[in-house]
């Protein structure tokens, strides 16, 4: 039910920020949940922040005080403020959104690579 396109990735040094967005082909209330995952080679995909409608915003333990989701509504999009950025959070970040009927999209993804 919804087309998401990640944006907003690139290479950064160590302890630089990023913006991530994710713009939604239809309007992002009316979904069940929207969140940020991250995959790195050989690695699962893990939840990095998301959130179910009418809950607060959770985020991966690793990423507590230094990523910020927020959403734009009139633009369709979700964002994924890093800030501190360190080597480990080097990852392909990919926008995830849940519709009604348990429709589960997910968008291309961008990578996100931290240098030492």
């Known amino acids: 039910q919804v087309q998401l396109v990640e944006s907003g990735g690139g290479l950064v040094q160590a302890g630089g920020s990023l913006r991530l967005s994710c713009a939604a082909s239809?309007?992002?209330?009316?979904?069940?949940?929207m969140g940020w995952y991250r995959q790195a080679p050989g690695k699962q995909r893990d939840l990095v922040a998301g959130?179910?409608?009418?809950?607060?915003?959770v985020y991966a333990d690793s990423v507590k005080g230094r990523f910020t989701f927020s959403r734009d509504n009139a633009k369709n999009t979700v964002y994924l403020q890093m800030n501190s950025l360190k080597p480990e959070d080097t990852a392909v970040y990919y926008c995830?959104?849940?519709?009604?009927?348990?429709?589960?999209?997910w968008g291309q993804g961008t990578q996100v690579t931290v240098s030492s």
């Open positions: 959130v179910t409608n009418g809950a607060s915003t």
């Open positions: 995830n959104a849940v519709a009604p009927r348990g429709v589960n999209a």
């Open positions: 239809r309007s992002i209330s009316s979904l069940n949940f």
